[in-house]
C-alpha cells in the first residue's frame, strides 16, 4: 500500500518560512520522482517544484529563489523549504511521486498553508 503523508504545514506571517516533509512507503522511492503541488481555494491544482530520481530540480516561477526541493532516499523523504512567504502561497501542498510516466501517480492528503499579511 502506497503512502505520501505529508507535514510541516501551519500559519506564518509574510516574510516567514516553513519546511514542509513528505514521508513515502510502499514505493521504491529511489527510483521515483517526487513533487511538490498546491491548490488554493477556488483555483486549480498547480506544480510548484519536482526533483526526478537523478537529482534534477524544476520548479515554478513564481516560486524560484524562494522555495527548494530536496530529497533524502535514505529516509525516503522529500522536503520543501519555503522562504519569504507571501499570502499567494496560501494553500493546500501536495506531495507527489511519479515511476514511468509524465503523469503523477501517488499523492499525499495534503497540508494546509496560510501566510497572513
Known amino acids: 500500500q502506497v503512502q505520501l503523508v505529508e507535514s510541516g504545514g501551519g500559519s506564518v506571517q509574510a516574510g516567514g518560512s516553513l519546511r514542509l516533509s513528505c514521508v513515502a512507503s510502499g514505493i521504491e522511492f529511489r527510483r521515483n520522482d517526487m513533487g511538490w503541488y498546491r491548490q488554493a481555494p477556488g483555483k486549480q491544482r498547480e506544480l510548484v517544484a519536482f526533483?526526478?530520481?537523478?537529482?534534477?530540480?524544476n520548479s515554478a516561477t513564481s516560486v524560484k529563489g524562494r522555495f527548494f526541493i530536496s530529497r533524502d532516499n535514505a529516509k525516503n523523504t522529500v522536503s520543501l523549504q519555503m522562504n519569504n512567504l507571501k499570502p499567494e502561497d496560501t494553500a493546500v501542498y501536495y506531495c507527489?511521486?511519479?515511476?514511468?510516466?509524465?503523469?503523477?501517480?501517488?499523492w499525499g492528503q495534503g497540508t494546509q498553508v496560510t501566510v497572513s499579511s
Open positions: 507527489a511521486a511519479r515511476r514511468l510516466t509524465a503523469q503523477w501517480d501517488y
Open positions: 526533483i526526478t530520481n537523478s537529482g534534477v530540480i
